[in-house]
């Protein structure tokens, strides 16, 4: 439930100073310390959902106009505002937003549509004001839009080991998605072995 800030905010290495986590074990922390969600899908989600939607709706820290989940990639650093940023992975939309919508499957609708937003790390602290403009600094992974993450968590090349082998070798992937990968790299191991020995 965000409201939109009316004067700047510090932005320090764990988020927005004053902002809550209510679940800090699966939000939250230095490689998720900002959420990001594109404005150019509010006319979808209207559209979807019969209703206004405000910034913030979806439960971000930040409301932004382009840098789409297509156009963003793993890694790319940013200025927003006196602070920088890095991507490190793709949000992944949870049970909440059922509950603030009122709609059981919402969650699972945001992770099909592809338009889930993502997460920042701070590089470097500072002030943020409300309508800072973004600057991309820094390009990331040239292979890994946060789109083609979400297709490796969650979509067509979920089993596309080489892809995951190449995206957990990216040093600015969240510590949580590279956990996540590496250990289903490793059941792919036990289930070839498991298969040779006709179990």
Not at 10 to 32: M, P, Q, S, T
Not at 37 to 50: G, I, R, T, V
Not at 151 to 157: F, L, P, S, V
Request: proline share 4%; with cysteine.
């Amino acid at each position: 439930a965000k409201k939109p800030a009316v004067e700047k905010v510090f932005l320090d290495k764990f988020g927005f100073v004053g902002d809550g986590c209510a679940d800090e074990i699966n939000h939250g922390g230095a490689d998720k310390a900002v959420c990001v969600y594109c404005h150019d899908h509010y006319p979808y989600w209207e559209n979807e959902l019969s209703r206004n939607l405000a910034p913030g709706a979806f439960g971000e820290n930040l409301t932004i106009n382009g840098f789409t989940e297509r156009m963003v990639h793993i890694g790319d650093i940013f200025r927003i505002g006196e602070a920088s940023v890095q991507c490190t992975q793709p949000r992944q939309p949870c049970h909440k937003l059922n509950k603030v919508f009122g709609i059981p499957e919402l969650a699972s609708h945001v992770q099909i549509s592809g338009f889930t937003g993502y997460y920042l790390r701070v590089i470097n602290p500072g002030w943020v004001e409300p309508g800072a403009k973004i600057e991309l600094l820094q390009k990331g992974s040239e292979e890994f839009s946060v789109s083609a993450a979400n297709q490796i968590m969650y979509g067509k090349d979920k089993l596309d080991f080489e892809k995951i082998k190449k995206i957990i070798s990216l040093k600015f992937l969240s510590h949580s998605w590279m956990e996540t990968f590496r250990k289903r790299l490793e059941h792919r191991g036990l289930e070839s072995t498991d298969k040779r020995l006709g179990h």
